[in-house]
């Protein structure tokens, strides 16, 4: 059974980053850091041969994924699959708002509930992760026996790694999502398996690890 491994990698960082404030679907630019940090994971990933890189039609995805587009050479694709998770009203806002003027949903957020849905349109986790779910056995099935890179958010490298390791969508996270960060999987029709995690030897000590993504 041929395998296609993955590159999956998180955007740079963006001011609402630094801000913990909920970016979801809102088109926010990288910052000077997360520019750098781009730069820097391009230069990281020059020597990999890829078939394709798909990145999220986000910014900051976009932009993250355009610098490792031009130091391999791959072809970019965008595709909105890859986008973060909505979150409806919460968008523009910190927890700290939220839990001050939406307790209730504020607590199921906290709580992980796979069913819980933003007011505005929002995603729940379990929405997010059949998305995500869906769309890598899509790209990923386009290029078996090759390598692929997926440029995203942390809400999708958290759901990648939960596919990867066969974790409930409600178990506590103990791995981080750096900004920048490289992660290796390896995809066949049976799903993902994990090759490695959160490689920011790139980045010195200049990656975040934040929340909200």
């Not at 909920?22 to 078939?51: K, S, V």
């Not at 932009?63 to 523009?92: H, I, K, N, Y």
């Not at 906290?110 to 995500?132: H, T, Y």
């Amino acid at each position: 059974m041929q395998a296609t491994r993955i590159i999956a990698i998180r955007h740079g960082e963006t001011a609402w980053n630094v801000d913990a404030r909920i970016q979801g679907h809102l088109d926010i630019p990288l910052n000077d850091i997360g520019l750098w940090q781009a730069a820097r994971a391009g230069e990281a990933l020059a020597g990999e041969r890829l078939d394709a890189i798909y990145s999220s039609d986000l910014a900051r995805a976009q932009t993250t994924a355009q610098a490792v587009a031009g130091t391999t050479g791959a072809p970019l694709v965008l595709d909105s699959g890859l986008r973060e998770r909505c979150f409806g009203s919460f968008e523009g806002r910190t927890f700290k708002e939220i839990e001050a003027e939406q307790p209730e949903q504020a607590l199921r957020w906290r709580k992980r509930d796979p069913d819980f849905v933003p007011d505005g349109g929002g995603e729940s986790l379990a929405m997010l992760k059949s998305r995500i779910q869906h769309t890598v056995e899509r790209l990923a099935a386009q290029h078996t026996g090759g390598q692929i890179a997926l440029v995203a958010h942390g809400g999708v490298m958290d759901v990648l790694y939960r596919l990867a390791t066969h974790q409930d969508l409600q178990a506590p996270r103990t791995w981080e999502l750096g900004n920048a960060a490289i992660n290796r999987l390896l995809w066949t029709p049976g799903g993902l398996s994990l090759v490695g995690w959160g490689d920011v030897s790139h980045l010195a000590d200049s990656a975040r690890d934040e929340v909200f993504s």
